[in-house]
């Protein structure tokens, strides 16, 4: 096992599947079967959830709306995501926290991160809702300072392409995969892996991050287990 202690972030897209917007079940209950795999071989997992699926407080703000408010908004919708991915993992058998950055008691903890660390200890999968808490930070900000708190590994980027591509691998067919890449590369290349401030947070903690395709089954244990999965950036 390659590496303990993981932070797993997935995009609120991740979540609808093919639909055009909310909640595929089948497709959560397939990323709860995935978890369930490595939880088994004794990792200690953190979940950081999007909320795009659902609400963009950036989509928002080009809509005419405040972009504070549509950030608490949006906010909200990783709340919804988390409360489904909870609800999945303990469909199963896997026991799990849910712990907001904005106190909703009868549904979450609050984040505290001695407590989260400790249910970590525990065998408990946490999942973090409601970013970090703040407007004007996405979730990548959340998946980072979280990782970088809770002492992870290495952040596991869950998305629906296979890794870091030369270019938009949706958009260009002949766009290349990096295996590895460094920090200072994905910068001076201007490519697309966290938005910026997430992305520092790593660079200046040292905190890997390995972006690979969470909807290819199997996958996420792969990684665990130390096969070249996606691609590292570090």
């Given at each position: 096992?390659?590496?303990k202690?993981?932070?797993?972030?997935?995009?609120g897209?991740?979540?609808?599947?093919?639909?055009q917007?909310?909640?595929?079940?089948?497709r959560?209950?397939?990323?709860?079967?995935?978890?369930?795999?490595?939880?088994e071989?004794?990792?200690?997992?953190?979940?950081?959830?999007?909320?795009?699926n659902?609400?963009?407080?950036?989509?928002?703000?080009?809509?005419g709306?405040?972009?504070?408010?549509?950030?608490?908004?949006?906010?909200?919708?990783?709340?919804?995501?988390?409360?489904a991915?909870q609800s999945?993992?303990?469909a199963?058998?896997i026991d799990?926290?849910?712990?907001?950055?904005i106190?909703?008691k009868?549904?979450?903890?609050?984040y505290?991160?001695r407590r989260a660390v400790?249910?970590?200890?525990?065998?408990?999968?946490?999942?973090f809702g409601?970013?970090?808490?703040?407007p004007f930070f996405?979730t990548?900000?959340?998946?980072?300072?979280?990782a970088?708190?809770?002492?992870?590994d290495?952040?596991?980027?869950?998305?629906?392409?296979?890794?870091v591509?030369?270019?938009?691998p949706?958009?260009?067919?002949l766009a290349?995969?990096?295996?590895?890449i460094?920090?200072?590369?994905?910068?001076?290349?201007?490519?697309?892996?966290?938005?910026?401030?997430?992305?520092?947070l790593?660079?200046?903690?040292?905190?890997?991050?390995?972006v690979?395709?969470?909807?290819?089954?199997?996958?996420?244990?792969r990684?665990?287990?130390g096969?070249?999965?996606?691609?590292?950036?570090?």
């Amino acid at each position: 096992m390659k590496y303990k202690r993981v932070l797993l972030k997935l995009s609120g897209e991740a979540l609808m599947g093919d639909k055009q917007f909310g909640i595929d079940n089948a497709r959560i209950s397939k990323y709860a079967q995935q978890i369930k795999e490595i939880t088994e071989l004794g990792v200690e997992l953190a979940i950081v959830i999007g909320g795009g699926n659902i609400f963009r407080g950036v989509q928002a703000e080009q809509g005419g709306m405040d972009r504070t408010h549509g950030d608490y908004m949006g906010m909200l919708a990783t709340m919804i995501n988390a409360m489904a991915l909870q609800s999945a993992l303990e469909a199963a058998n896997i026991d799990s926290r849910l712990m907001s950055a904005i106190e909703m008691k009868e549904i979450a903890e609050p984040y505290i991160r001695r407590r989260a660390v400790r249910h970590l200890e525990k065998g408990r999968v946490v999942i973090f809702g409601a970013g970090t808490g703040n407007p004007f930070f996405t979730t990548d900000s959340a998946a980072s300072l979280r990782a970088i708190e809770i002492n992870a590994d290495v952040i596991l980027k869950g998305t629906r392409v296979n890794g870091v591509y030369t270019q938009d691998p949706e958009k260009d067919p002949l766009a290349k995969m990096y295996d590895t890449i460094s920090f200072d590369d994905v910068y001076s290349n201007g490519l697309n892996v966290m938005d910026m401030t997430a992305f520092t947070l790593c660079k200046e903690n040292d905190l890997p991050i390995i972006v690979f395709n969470m909807n290819t089954q199997g996958n996420l244990k792969r990684i665990i287990e130390g096969d070249k999965v996606g691609t590292i950036v570090a």
